[in-house]
């Protein structure tokens, strides 16, 4: 009878005692193996296409080891095994490469819409995470993302590797100095150019059903499958470029959630794709200013144009800040705008990554939280999101922190 009263209060205790979750995480906390000083981390990645591909090289680069390789499309399985380690194990299913006990940090390389659950069962499992951007496909998901990371006390960097780029860091300072003034308007853009989404045929085995997950389940579609981003199932389409540009504007301002977005789009004119190439974003923050996105991608490219750019309007100076330089133009009665600071650093982004992966491994032996914390990953991709919803709705978009939603104002 004891036994059983016993049991009973312990099933009671769910509540406000051990849960299932808290019982997963301190597991999970009980066998992460901390790394020594010299220690090598181990790496397992979940996606090898073009951009895990470059990520498995950036970790090599600095260290780490890759020895586990998982994707559920043959071709790009292969490609990624003959990047990792010699003794890398292969993988179609995410979830027993976690059950890899050996693999300290996973990263995920994968399309957007399958972001929050490999990154929810990365943690749990007490694995530390280097996730790509845009941080999830909805704001619900990001919540819950932020809500495990934080529960699990794993180490999370978002691939928004402007945070640690030498270039965006100095441009953060400049801002903190005074030198721009109040800034009230932020104009940016991301100019790009493709006519159609070109037929392509699969070259080996490719689980669809794997593929699509959370997504709405549909025939095998090998243009969905190579052109994804294209596809509002599994991206925020060419907005997602914005993650870029919303997350470097946060950083050198200081600002994260927004306080209402909107967002206007022609109709398609890339043939093959369901999500507008050219739109325009405004979003409104609560510290006084807007910033306006433009994304294009039937823009031509031409010479001495920064296709990427965010412009800085201050009371004092207007503050250019591209992916490679950055200016500073004074208030100035002259017709001719002349620059105080004009710093040129081509070919410098391609360093970013290398940073942003180094920071991460640094983070993992300390323990104290990246440059790109999953927080913040949140909050820019909040303006995403609700760009999205505002193109769909017609409607503007205003954030609730309260109840963590974006509403139609």
């Given at each position: 009878m004891k036994k059983k009263i016993l049991t009973q209060e312990r099933a009671k205790s769910g509540a406000s005692g051990v849960t299932r979750?808290?019982?997963?995480?301190?597991?999970?906390?009980?066998?992460?193996?901390?790394?020594?000083a010299n220690e090598r981390l181990r790496a397992g990645i979940i996606g090898c296409g073009g951009r895990g591909q470059l990520l498995m090289d950036e970790f090599k680069?600095?260290?780490?080891?890759?020895?586990?390789?998982c994707d559920i499309y043959e071709p790009y399985l292969q490609e990624g095994l003959a990047l990792a380690s010699p003794v890398a194990k292969s993988y179609d299913d995410y979830r027993r490469m976690l059950d890899d006990k050996s693999v300290d940090a996973v990263i995920i390389a994968t399309p957007e819409h399958w972001h929050a659950q490999m990154l929810v069962d990365t943690v749990e499992a007490g694995k530390d995470v280097y996730v790509e951007k845009p941080l999830s496909h909805t704001i619900d998901e990001g919540v819950r993302m932020v809500e495990a990371v934080r529960r699990t006390k794993r180490v999370c960097q978002v691939g928004t590797q402007r945070r640690s780029a030498d270039l965006f860091i100095e441009a953060q300072k400049v801002m903190a100095s005074g030198a721009v003034g109040?800034?009230?308007l932020v104009n940016s853009w991301w100019i790009n150019y493709r006519?159609?989404?070109?037929?392509?045929?699969?070259?080996?085995?490719?689980?669809w059903k794997k593929w699509l997950g959370p997504a709405p389940q549909r025939e095998l579609d090998p243009l969905r499958f190579y052109y994804w981003p294209w596809f509002w199932d599994y991206s925020s389409g060419m907005l997602s470029q914005a993650s870029h540009i919303v997350d470097g504007i946060n950083m050198i301002l200081g600002s994260s959630y927004p306080m209402a977005v909107s967002c206007q789009a022609l109709r398609v004119n890339v043939e093959g794709s369901e999500v507008p190439e050219t739109a325009s974003m405004t979003i409104e923050y609560p510290e006084n200013f807007q910033a306006v996105f433009t994304v294009c991608y039937k823009a031509m490219q031409?010479?001495?144009?920064?296709d990427q750019m965010k412009q800085f309007h201050g009371t004092k100076a207007r503050f250019d800040v591209g992916r490679e330089s950055?200016?500073?133009?004074?208030?100035?009665k002259e017709v001719e705008m002349?620059?105080?600071?004009?710093?040129?650093?081509?070919?410098?982004?391609?360093e970013a990554t290398r940073a942003h992966v180094r920071n991460f491994l640094d983070c993992v032996r300390s323990r104290k939280n990246p440059t790109a914390t999953v927080e913040m990953g949140h909050a820019t991709n909040v303006s995403l999101c609700m760009a999205v919803q505002s193109?769909?709705?017609?409607?503007?978009?205003?954030?609730?922190?309260?109840?963590?939603k974006a509403e139609a104002a």
């Open positions: 979750r808290t019982f997963l995480a301190v597991t999970a906390l009980s066998t992460t193996r901390i790394l020594g680069a600095v260290g780490a080891e890759l020895t586990a390789v109040d800034v009230h006519d159609r989404l070109e037929p392509r045929q699969l070259k080996g085995k490719l689980d031409y010479n001495g144009f920064s950055y200016t500073l133009y004074p208030q100035s002349r620059p105080s600071i004009d710093v040129k650093r081509p070919g410098s982004f391609d193109i769909k709705s017609g409607r503007r978009m205003r954030w609730n922190a309260t109840t963590n």
